[in-house]
């Protein structure tokens, strides 16, 4: 849908993620399969449950009834720490996430899936490194449609550096790659992420109603006699 708007709509978010995974190697895309380096054994894992909730929609909506089409509507993603520990991993990232993006599209079938990445921000903006902040650019930089004009309108980078916060006592653990476990930072990465989301989505929308009016066929009458000539306005 877009769905934002339509306070009726029935709206899934399906969840899927497993900690400490790379995605050069755990979640690596196929258009990123080298010799010896398969698709990443959790990317499909990521297709295998999509597709098996999408199975299960009459279980999980009874309401629904099959009588109307479901739409995948977005993809969010939030990763990137471990591919930041090594650093092949970390040169490799802008192209894995751009192949990414390009394959989960081409799987789901949805050509043009909005997608918004939330930048791996956790150590914030005065405890970083130059692979830390390799990441976070590789990050920012599928998104900008001068380096790639494909994804123009459909994706959307987050920056969240600014949500991170301290360990104890400003947190209530010191796992930094876990955001400190700290509920105001995921909060406040998730509502980020959510808005950019609705961007994408209010921006596809009207993209959506531009093309059925450019595509509306018009019925005029040449005032000459019951014949009708039909336009199609470009």
Request: charged fraction near 20%; include cysteine.
């Amino acid at each position: 849908c877009p769905c934002h708007n339509k306070k009726q709509t029935q709206i899934l978010v399906l969840k899927i993620a497993w900690g400490g995974k790379s995605l050069d190697v755990d979640f690596r895309p196929p258009s990123s399969i080298e010799q010896g380096k398969p698709t990443g054994l959790f990317y499909e894992a990521m297709l295998a449950n999509t597709f098996h909730t999408l199975a299960q929609l009459k279980t999980i909506f009874p309401d629904y009834t099959g009588s109307y089409e479901y739409e995948l509507a977005g993809l969010v993603w939030h990763q990137g720490w471990n591919d930041g520990c090594d650093a092949n991993q970390t040169a490799h990232y802008e192209r894995n996430m751009a192949n990414f993006i390009r394959d989960v599209r081409h799987d789901l079938g949805v050509p043009n899936l909005p997608v918004v990445i939330g930048v791996s921000g956790m150590t914030g903006y005065q405890h970083s490194n130059p692979q830390r902040d390799a990441i976070i650019a590789a990050q920012f930089a599928v998104a900008n449609t001068n380096a790639y004009p494909e994804f123009a309108g459909t994706v959307a980078t987050v920056e969240t550096r600014d949500f991170a916060r301290g360990p104890p006592p400003h947190s209530p653990g010191d796992q930094i790659y876990h955001w400190n476990n700290n509920c105001e930072s995921y909060w406040l990465v998730g509502k980020a992420m959510g808005q950019a989301m609705v961007e994408l989505l209010q921006t596809k929308e009207q993209q959506d109603q531009e093309v059925k009016q450019s595509n509306k066929i018009l019925m005029q009458n040449d005032g000459m006699g019951p014949e009708n000539t039909f336009l199609r306005t470009s």
